[in-house]
């Protein structure tokens, strides 16, 4: 089959690689979209410490169940549209037993940890497929919008934490499609006036991963009572609920803006 290959920052190379098999509990999909994320720009640009080359990465992926090994439930049929959850964890731990996989202090990712998307055919590990990690797609759903399904779950998981009112004043920084996502639920939530910023044409990048320290004004943050968190991933239960989102909204096509 054909992959794009990482083989480093800035080398990814088309190849011919051998076609995963389904062991048991394992599940190949013919990949037929996979978008391209932040993070896999980020890889691509500059290295992952978790994507060691020769690798596969993208881990937006929407396809059809081409084999399935031993044990699988039989609702993942050959054939069948499905999309696939990044996290898997460890499946042990305080967080997993509670479904917070994204929390595991020791998840492997796909995309990352194990090839991904950026291939003809790719393999879904066992623990991914026990953990409930691929989904299916509904049959009309168009396979575009499916694929937007794993960046809004991530922006819906954010939002959970933040739980805007109606009425409430939001300004989001950055306009990429994360930001206008989270612009798009913050007004569907009722949200009044709704402000999208961006600083360059190159996008505000976010805190850069290698030098996370920033000066915080905590008086500020005190006397106005700003609330600061963070958020990483997703959950399943966040997968469905974009999926539901995405089902019933042609606005989201609006969110797909290369075709290659
Ligand atoms: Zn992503
Ligand atoms: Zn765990």
């Not at 976010?206 to 991933?233: M, Q, R, W």
Request: glycine share 10%; proline share 6%.
């Amino acid at each position: 089959m054909k992959a794009a290959v990482y083989y480093g920052p800035r080398d990814v190379r088309v190849e011919t690689v051998p076609m995963p098999t389904a062991g048991p509990g394992e599940v190949v999909l013919r990949v037929l979209r996979c978008s391209v994320c932040g993070t896999d720009k980020r890889i691509f640009a500059h290295g992952h410490k978790n994507v060691v080359p020769p690798t596969v990465t993208g881990h937006e992926i929407v396809g059809t169940v081409y084999e399935v090994g031993a044990g699988v439930d039989a609702a993942i049929a050959i054939g069948r549209k499905v999309m696939v959850a990044t996290v898997v964890g460890c499946g042990k731990c305080i967080h997993c037993q509670r479904k917070q996989y994204n929390l595991c202090d020791s998840f492997t990712a796909l995309g990352y940890d194990c090839a991904g998307g950026f291939a003809e055919y790719v393999k879904i590990p066992a623990a991914a497929v026990a953990q409930g990690k691929i989904i299916l797609v509904p049959p009309a759903m168009a396979l575009e919008r499916a694929a937007l399904v794993e960046p809004l779950s991530c922006c819906l998981s954010g939002q959970e934490y933040l739980n805007a009112q109606p009425g409430d004043r939001a300004f989001v920084f950055g306009a990429g499609p994360i930001g206008l996502m989270h612009a798009a639920i913050l007004k569907a939530r009722g949200c009044d006036p709704v402000i999208v910023t961006d600083v360059s044409d190159e996008r505000f990048a976010g805190i850069p991963k290698d030098d996370p320290v920033l000066p915080i004004d905590t008086n500020s943050i005190h006397y106005n009572e700003i609330a600061v968190f963070a958020c990483f991933a997703s959950n399943l239960q966040h997968f469905h609920q974009a999926l539901e989102m995405i089902s019933r909204d042609g606005m989201w096509d609006r969110f797909v803006t290369h075709r290659l």
